[in-house]
């Protein structure tokens, strides 16, 4: 998915590290769920919180461990960016190891984004082309990548409002300028309404 597809659609981004995680059944004993409680140091989009917790599909209950191809590992006391999702089990990560990252400090103490899923690769529907997925980078460069994604979001949102109201205001416009020709239109219509009835 597109960077800004992944902003546009999450419920919430936040970064922070995971304190606890517990592992359980689901209430039919079908799967088994991981909680990862994650202290909030960032919200970057939605309703700020201090802590969330996190479900995904897989884990290990005793001697059992069910593992689910393509949804993030967290680990304690792990740091991350977390594109959040509602859903019925609980706030889960939404478009699975795509929408989660690692943040790692580099050899000078610089904390650094770095994407979960490493190979894939992003295609270009309107070229059919692959191209270059994404890099590492630091955090505050990430935190501004998403402000500028919400900020174009909310720019293209206001000029479609707007150029609705100017569309709505043209049309308001055109039947007060054509208010004769409207109200003929008008009249003939519920003549020929009254004059099928009165056949009938």
């Known amino acids: 998915m597109e960077f800004d597809a992944k902003v546009e659609n999450a419920a919430s981004i936040v970064v922070g590290k995971v304190v606890s ?3 359980e059944w ?3 004993r079908k799967w088994i769920l991981t909680y990862s409680t994650i202290q ?3 919200t970057l989009k939605g309703t ?3 802590q969330v917790t996190i479900v995904t599909p897989g884990g290990t209950v005793g001697n059992i461990a069910q593992d689910v191809i393509g949804v993030p590992k967290f680990r304690e ?5 977390v594109f959040v999702r509602n859903s ?3 706030p889960t990560v939404l478009y699975l190891e795509q929408g989660a990252y690692s943040v790692e400090k580099n050899d000078r103490g610089e904390r650094m984004v770095r994407p979960l899923v490493s190979s894939a690769v992003l295609v270009d529907t309107q070229r059919g082309k692959a191209v270059e997925p994404e890099g590492i980078r630091p955090l505050r460069d990430f935190e501004t990548g998403v402000r500028k994604s919400i900020q174009h979001r909310d720019t293209m949102r206001m000029k479609m409002i707007e150029q609705k109201q100017r569309e709505e205001k ?3 416009t055109q039947i007060q300028r054509n208010r004769v020709l409207v109200l003929l239109a008008i009249v003939g219509a519920m003549l020929a309404t009254w004059q099928l009835f009165k056949r009938s």
């Open 48 to 50: 700020p919180a201090q």
């Open 77 to 81: 006391g792990d740091e991350h960016v």
């Open 88 to 90: 019925q089990a609980g």
């Open 21 to 23: 995680q517990r592992s």
């Open 170 to 172: 043209s049309l308001w």
């Open 26 to 28: 689901d209430a039919g």
């Open 40 to 42: 909030v140091e960032k």
